[in-house]
């Protein structure tokens, strides 16, 4: 026992004692985010202190705004790069809560088969449904299974929506018949169908009792307004968090485009195709072609919502704000496989960019998104704090089973090839229109696209302004990373990592957490370079790092 038992507070009034500080301990977001004092700072230089933990992980929500109008159940985003996000890795993220930008480095037709993939992969009312007519044949219901996935099609008696309901074709209709057999022999003529002006509630319990896979909505004419389908109802019980338009349900689609005039059509071709949300691509927003492009698309397609940048100073911001961005993109240089900093000597640390952009951003309710130097869930934590409403992956998503390419082996290890946009591989040439979508003809469908391949602005030099150089400067390199798996998988690690931080931090949504930042409630600290080897693996001879497991 102490000599001097009496010396020690009453331990009580612990908690009380704290109110005899001057501050509370670590630093405040304007202490740490201070470039006079600290310079510039990347997520690894510091760490959010831990609050209580009074609530389990599984209640925090992790919703936040992309746009003005646009809110996401999970904050994850996959960067338009052509060896990242096409449709199949943008179906993925909408289904698992996020949303993937469709990249640009392709025809306008190919970009918008695309994003007419995302938009049929999931619906309410299916408005705008792939119509025959009785005279077609078995060939064409196997050309649309093909392209789209689905050989469930309704029949009309001209093969157009609006036109009289005269029957339906499924897959068992089709199968072990001949190619030339007109539907008129094959199709199923006992309907079930439901009114015109239904609920979709309504129309899903019909469905669910009907045990049909496909329910047709009829006027009172029997005319064929839209459809309802099966698969549908199985998606949202498998998918609760799908980021959906409120109104059709249908998938959230999001895409690229450049700053240039010949984006002007590309764009229309995407918004005739279903386009939810447009990403202008530059590493340098703040150009007289971006805030032009802005102004022209807020009053030709008020109804697309318009990511603006990339930005990284508060001055770039302002620009794009004033032209209408309806969110903002920030990040220069701290990808995982670009050397804007190091070529250009132009760009900021990430972390000091996102908290200089969001807090001005924040003024004017425009939502911004961190776009780079995501390398693990902590980064996208500290992204949160900072203000961005979400993170924008590439490398992280490179090298899953969604991201386009092929697998190949390469020391030993199972990859795929990730290049930069900066790259020279990919400024030098247009990647081919991906099979998916190659393939000719003009049959049933509006998505089936011209097997020629036709000619388009590269991406990647519009990107870095470089179309007229003679001598294309590199801004990024080509590599290879690791096999990840399935973004099914690989996602849901991220979102159950994410709760758990948020649990150990004390906040139980995102809204939270950045009040409790701008607060001066949660709390942060720097890491020098010793504090960084304490805080990852050391002192092993050898280990194993596994990030999850699947239950």
Not at 77 to 87: F, K, Q, R
Not at 169 to 179: H, L, Y
Not at 203 to 228: C, E, F, M, Y
Request: hydrophobic share 40%.
């Amino acid at each position: 026992m102490p000599a001097n038992a009496n010396a020690y507070l009453d331990p009580s009034q612990a908690i009380e004692h704290l109110k005899s500080y001057e501050r509370s301990d670590g630093l405040a977001v304007s202490d740490l985010m201070d470039s006079r004092v600290h310079g510039g700072l990347t997520y690894n230089d510091f760490l959010l202190l831990p609050g209580k933990i009074d609530f389990a992980a599984q209640e925090v929500v992790t919703e936040s705004r992309i746009t003005r109008n646009v809110s996401l159940k999970t904050p994850f985003m996959s960067s338009p790069m052509d060896t990242v996000t096409e449709s199949e890795m943008a179906i993925a993220m909408a289904l698992l809560g996020g949303i993937g930008v469709i990249h640009h480095n392709q025809p306008p037709a190919a970009q918008a088969a695309m994003v007419r993939a995302v938009k049929r992969h999931e619906n309410g009312f299916i408005t705008d449904p792939v119509v025959l007519s009785p005279s077609n044949t078995v060939e064409d219901v196997l050309d649309v299974k093909e392209r789209l996935g689905f050989a469930g099609i309704p029949i009309t008696q001209d093969g157009h929506l609006g036109s009289k309901l005269v029957g339906i074709v499924t897959n068992r209709d089709i199968q072990f018949r001949a190619p030339t057999t007109p539907l008129s022999e094959i199709m199923t003529t006992d309907l079930v169908t439901a009114p015109e002006g239904i609920t979709l509630q309504e129309a899903n319990t019909i469905l669910r009792d009907s045990k049909k896979g496909k329910l047709p909505i009829v006027d009172k004419q029997g005319r064929l307004t839209s459809l309802l389908a099966r698969s549908d109802l199985l998606k949202n019980k498998t998918y609760p968090l799908a980021s959906k338009r409120p109104e059709s349900k249908q998938l959230y689609a999001a895409a690229a485009i450049g700053t240039r005039p010949a984006d002007r059509e590309r764009l229309a071709a995407l918004v005739e195709a279903g386009l939810d949300i447009v990403v202008l691509d530059s590493s340098q927003g703040n150009s007289v072609f971006q805030i032009e492009m802005i102004r022209w698309i807020k009053q030709t397609y008020p109804q697309v919502e318009v990511i603006a940048g990339n930005v990284v100073t508060r001055e770039q911001a302002a620009e794009l704000i004033a032209a209408g961005a309806d969110g903002l993109r920030i990040g220069m240089g701290s990808g995982s496989i670009c050397i804007t900093q190091e070529v250009m000597a132009v760009g900021r640390p990430q972390a000091t960019a996102v908290y200089a952009v969001a807090e001005f951003a924040n003024k004017f309710g425009v939502p911004v998104i961190a776009d780079g130097g995501i390398s693990n869930v902590g980064h996208i934590v500290k992204a949160l704090s900072l203000g961005a409403g979400a993170v924008m992956m590439g490398g992280l998503l490179a090298g899953t089973t969604e991201a386009p390419g092929e697998y190949f082996w390469h020391e030993g290890k199972r990859v795929k090839a990730y290049r930069g946009m900066g790259s020279l591989e990919a400024m030098e040439q247009g990647k081919p229109t991906p099979p998916s979508v190659q393939r000719g003809g003009k049959g049933p469908g509006s998505s089936k696209l011209p097997a020629k391949q036709t000619t388009h602005e590269n991406a990647a030099t519009s990107r870095y302004f470089s179309e007229s150089s003679a001598v294309k400067v590199a801004q990024g390199v080509s590599g290879d990373v690791q096999d990840k798996g399935s973004v099914h998988a690989f996602i849901p690690y991220l979102y159950v990592g994410l709760q758990h931080s948020f649990q150990d931090i004390g906040v139980r949504n995102v809204r939270e957490l950045q009040d409790s930042v701008r607060a001066g409630k949660t709390r942060f600290e720097l890491r020098t370079a010793s504090a960084q080897i304490e805080g990852g693996v050391h002192g092993l001879n050898s280990y194993t790092k596994r990030l999850f497991a699947a239950a």
